[in-house]
């Protein structure tokens, strides 16, 4: 039986860092796991993908449709799950995936006006789950971190290189869309929201959040007693 753990949120959230850390506690624990991660940069499959982040489609993230954009990491999903992933999920090893098909709802329905919101996200779950036939998570655990936080934590790591920046990190308001989508569709779909900083909203340690990860980790699991 598959298994699939997302680990998602916006840019600067942390979800790289906490992918790593509970696959490798899982396999310290005697789990077989294995992080994989979104887009496919590696592959050609992310080609259409990264013309779009870099901006040679227009360099604002709304010159291209939700839909559109939409298909393009679709598509790459689509590329790596079928030619590097499909066995080890078939096998039951758990995926931990840093950014998903949540990823795409997220980024993409903030080009959208609210009343277009639901019906997005049906499409989109139809499209990738359903005509793709990619696998739906056990759970997602969205890293909710505000975008005046992550900006500074994107900036650390380019060094203050804002070049670096694809068009979704340059664009704080954009950002600021995407977080309201995050937290109307995590409530809709029922995704572990896990706000990553203090009640003085400030950042918590790398440490501290990994902590409250991996307890949502076990509640998923909870069949493997982990």
């Known amino acids: 039986m598959g298994r699939l753990l997302v680990i998602d949120g916006l840019d600067g959230s942390g979800k790289g860092t906490h992918s790593k850390l509970v696959t490798a506690k899982l396999n310290e624990m005697g789990i077989p796991a294995m992080r994989i991660s979104f887009p496919d940069y590696d592959s050609p499959s992310s080609a259409l993908l990264q013309m779009y982040l870099h901006g040679e489609f227009g360099s604002h993230a709304e010159d291209v449709n939700a839909y559109a954009a939409s298909v393009f990491f679709a598509a790459d999903r689509f590329a790596g799950f079928r030619t590097k992933y499909q066995k080890l999920y078939d096998e039951g090893v758990i995926l931990v995936a840093d950014r998903y098909?949540?990823?795409?709802?997220?980024?993409?329905?903030?080009?959208?006006?609210?009343?277009?919101?639901?019906?997005?996200?049906?499409?989109?779950?139809?499209?990738?789950?359903?005509?793709?036939?990619?696998?739906?998570?056990?759970?997602?655990?969205?890293?909710?971190?505000?975008?005046?936080?992550?900006?500074?934590?994107?900036?650390?790591?380019?060094?203050?290189?804002?070049?670096?920046?694809?068009?979704?990190?340059?664009?704080?308001?954009?950002?600021?869309?995407?977080?309201?989508?995050?937290?109307?569709?995590?409530?809709?779909?029922?995704?572990?929201?896990?706000?990553?900083?203090?009640?003085?909203?400030?950042?918590?340690?790398?440490?501290?959040?990994?902590?409250?990860?991996?307890?949502?980790?076990?509640?998923?699991?909870?069949?493997?007693?982990?």
């Open 101 to 226: 098909t949540t990823s795409n709802i997220v980024h993409q329905m903030s080009k959208l006006p609210e009343a277009e919101w639901d019906a997005f996200i049906e499409w989109l779950s139809d499209f990738e789950y359903g005509k793709l036939e990619l696998p739906r998570p056990d759970a997602v655990i969205y890293l909710d971190m505000k975008p005046e936080i992550s900006q500074r934590l994107i900036e650390r790591r380019y060094r203050g290189d804002l070049t670096k920046k694809d068009i979704h990190e340059v664009d704080v308001s954009y950002l600021e869309n995407s977080r309201r989508c995050a937290l109307y569709v995590g409530e809709q779909l029922g995704w572990h929201m896990t706000p990553m900083y203090d009640e003085a909203g400030e950042p918590r340690s790398k440490e501290e959040n990994f902590s409250i990860i991996f307890e949502k980790v076990k509640e998923v699991y909870h069949d493997l007693e982990l």
